[in-house]
């Protein structure tokens, strides 16, 4: 069984174009809304997100919403924490294949890291 974790200088998940996600008001309360809203560029890009590096520039003070654990994914989704594991990994291969491809070095990489063979 894979265990999620992140891969390192991926990124798709600062990906956060409102349009690609109709329903961010059904799982973010308001205040977390408007933070979330703040935080996306003109381009859809976390404003917070180094393009060189594929890093987070806030990191250890990113909000809630950006951390895979299990209390915010309970409140977000109502994701049980014995779910949680593949609930992650799903959403996280259905990022990376949308925001780089299928077959992207990142999907690729996420796989590899995860022992994933599809």
């Known amino acids: 069984m894979s265990t999620w974790r992140c891969i390192k200088q991926c990124g798709a998940c600062c990906n956060l174009d409102p349009s690609d996600r109709p329903d961010l008001e059904e799982y973010l309360p308001p205040e977390q809304l408007a933070i979330y809203m703040s935080m996306v560029g003109a381009d859809g890009w976390c404003i917070n997100l180094d393009r060189d590096t594929r890093t987070c520039n806030i990191y250890e003070d ?37 925001v780089y491809g299928e077959r992207s070095l990142e999907a690729i990489r996420f796989d590899t890291e995860l022992g994933i063979f599809l």
Do not use: H, K, W, Y
């Open 62 to 98: 990113r909000p809630s919403f950006c951390r895979v654990q299990e209390d915010t994914f309970v409140a977000m989704f109502g994701i049980e924490p014995e779910d949680l594991n593949d609930f992650a990994i799903a959403c996280c291969r259905e990022q990376i294949e949308g």
